[in-house]
């Protein structure tokens, strides 16, 4: 695929708009301007001259020709977007179905999956049309885990922290667990909601009540909440202003939806989501390598492996891969990462290989001059 040209035609679609837009904007306002001419004199002649100013805007406006002048411009709009839609149909293909792949899917946990995706988005009615519909009532507990995360996100969004600090609470040991502070800045969220009022005995009490246990692991942030009691008339102009900040509670939703779901045993991010945006990015590839393969009358369906790399971004990179650069295969069991004596990586059929299955033969390696041992190679394990 030729990107440079499909960016060089989208440049002169772009060019072509804007040069169009230009001229018809150009003898729109000749256009009034000849008009406003024409008007300004006629309120200023006898009634026997409207007719001869009205037959000279008639002769101007022929001079002008503005339907002339918008024709020419649209025209060489379109000719020019024509050869843009004529190349994008050439360097992609329209028909995705080649890259389909044969799979038995088990229509169980499809359904599970489209459900639960519903029903993590927020679109419960849907989700409970979708269960009606193919009667998965299995997927109803997800749907209370997510109800309830959602009514918490719902009180946030009003400065209701008390169901997000309930359930801080109620989870307390989980979140202790998962090296999370959450708890903490849900209370110190809530102390300044009560100082930002002026009610400053009842934010101190409430540091003693709800923040100090707290103290152990987090004596600095008290320490700051303490300070802040001293500018309780003016926090926004005080050195902690910034603990003021909306992005806090921003932030803190995020953290709550990734610990909310981690206690509930889901994934942050939802799977259909995950897939679709991941196939989205592999599309381009496997529609090149469906139309070469077709090509050499072979069939890459039935190929355990791709013969070439699909690469995605790192948001779908969920765990370290590596890939020989000699084989072009992706380590496995059988087949690991060898770190030779060099320092570079192989994996070990290709040191097999290159030692000839003797494995006190020296060779070299493939990128640098040192001779290397397959003895003294080393597995690494990811």
Not at 69 to 77: F, G, H, N, S, W
Not at 340 to 345: A, F, P
Request: net charge neutral; proline share 4%; aromatic share 8%.
């Amino acid at each position: 695929m030729e990107v440079n040209s499909i960016k060089d035609a989208f440049d002169r679609v772009s060019k072509k708009q804007k040069v169009s837009s230009s001229k018809s904007q150009e003898t729109i306002e000749q256009i009034n301007q000849e008009i406003q001419q024409a008007l300004s004199g006629i309120q200023a002649a006898t009634n026997s001259e409207h007719n001869l100013i009205l037959a000279g805007l008639k002769a101007k406006l022929k001079e002008i020709a503005p339907l002339g002048q918008l024709e020419t411009t649209q025209k060489e709009q379109n000719v020019a977007f024509s050869k843009y839609i004529k190349l994008l149909e050439k360097n992609f293909n329209p028909d995705i179905s080649k890259a389909y792949r044969n799979v038995d899917f088990d229509l169980h946990t499809v359904n599970q999956i489209v459900a639960s995706h519903f029903y993590r988005e927020g679109l419960f009615d849907i989700g409970d049309s979708f269960v009606n519909e193919c009667h998965e009532e299995s997927i109803v507990e997800r749907k209370t885990h997510f109800l309830e995360m959602y009514k918490i996100l719902e009180s946030m969004k009003t400065r209701d922290l008390g169901p997000a600090i309930k359930w801080a609470t109620a989870n307390h040991e989980n979140l202790q667990n998962n090296g999370s502070d959450i708890e903490l800045k849900l209370h110190r969220l809530q102390f300044f909601e009560i100082l930002q009022h002026g009610r400053t005995e009842e934010a101190l009490k409430y540091i003693q009540t709800h923040i100090s246990p707290f103290g152990d692991q987090h004596l600095p942030v008290i320490q700051k909440l303490m300070g802040c009691l001293v500018y309780v008339k003016k926090l926004n102009s005080s050195p902690y202003s910034h603990l003021l900040s909306p992005n806090h509670w921003a932030k803190l939703a995020h953290e709550l939806v990734q610990q909310f779901c981690i206690i509930v045993g889901e994934s942050y991010k939802s799977p259909l989501g995950v897939t679709i945006a991941a196939g989205l990015q592999g599309l381009p590839t496997l529609l090149k390598l469906a139309n070469v393969m077709s090509g050499k009358k072979q069939e890459w369906q039935s190929m355990k492996q791709l013969p070439v790399p699909v690469d995605l971004d790192k948001d779908f990179q969920f765990h370290s891969i590596f890939v020989c650069p000699v084989s072009r295969d992706q380590a496995s069991e059988n087949n690991p990462p060898m770190l030779m004596s060099c320092g570079h990586v192989l994996c070990k059929q290709s040191i097999t290989k290159l030692t000839k299955n003797n494995i006190t033969r020296p060779f070299k390696c493939p990128y640098c001059p040192t001779e290397v041992e397959m003895v003294q190679c080393k597995q690494l394990h990811f």
